[in-house]
């Protein structure tokens, strides 16, 4: 009699992801943009709940900024959240490359 009896099937590793701050994302309204054929998710935020002393760098403009600045949290629908940058509204606006 066998004893390896484990159901068949492509069981992958990498399925259960580590849960992400996922509430603190949802504090604004998300929604789903294309450019270039890439999907994005962006997520609005008044930057309010962050951190004191955060600092982002917005990767259109290069420019550093912290809380209390208006900006969009984006990232590539296909790579998850951990992957999210941070823009100011407008660069958001014109950015057209890639998150990386
Ligand atoms: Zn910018």
Known sequence: ???NNRPRGS???????EPMDIARLR???AKTVIKNGIEFTVQT??????????RWTC???????????????VWETDLGPQNR????NHCWKTFQGRLH
């Open 1 to 3: 009699m066998p004893r």
């Open 11 to 17: 069981r992958r590793p990498d399925d259960d992801d």
């Open 27 to 29: 504090d604004g309204i």
């Open 45 to 54: 935020t008044s930057g309010r709940k962050a951190e004191d002393g955060k």
């Open 59 to 73: 990767p259109n403009c290069g420019i550093v900024f912290g809380p209390g600045i208006s900006h969009v949290v």
């Open 85 to 88: 940058r941070h823009f100011h």
